[in-house]
Nanobody, 121 residues
Framework: QVQLVESGGGLVQAGGSLRLSCVLS????????MAWHRQAPGKEREFVSA???????TYVDSVKGRFTISRDNAKNTVYLQMNSLKPEDTAVYYC???????????????WGQGTQVTVSS
């Protein structure tokens, strides 16, 4: 059974930075496409960024140039470095995973429990 555990959320002032981490256990991490999604209060969950098993990356337009996704296959971990944070980035951030799919996938098989990111103005 695949398990995803996120960490790294917290409270930060606008303009600050946070790095989220997500550890996958139970399967071979290197073949999984990994993604970050977020859900703000009263809003639908939205895609933020993804990284394929081959290292290709993609981002939603609102975070391009500010967020960077990366992975460390030796540590079974995907990261989301978030810089120049804005109050509108406030949300619960979820890690997601799906095996052997291209980065264009919109359906993920496994989800973490989420980590809260709050950006104060």
């Amino acid at each position: 059974q695949v398990q995803l555990v996120e960490s790294g959320g917290g409270l930060v002032q606008a303009g600050g930075s946070l790095r989220l981490s997500c550890v996958l256990s139970g399967r071979t991490f290197s073949t999984y496409t990994m993604a970050w999604h977020r859900q703000a209060p009263g809003k639908e969950r939205e895609f933020v960024s993804a990284i394929s098993w081959s290292g290709d990356t993609t981002y939603v337009d609102s975070v391009k140039g500010r967020f960077t996704i990366s992975r460390d296959n030796a540590k079974n971990t995907v990261y989301l470095q978030m810089n120049s944070l804005k109050p509108e980035d406030t949300a619960v951030y979820y890690c997601a995973a799906r095996n052997f799919v291209p980065i264009t996938t919109t359906q993920y098989t496994y989800w973490g429990q989420g980590t809260q990111v709050t950006v104060s103005s």
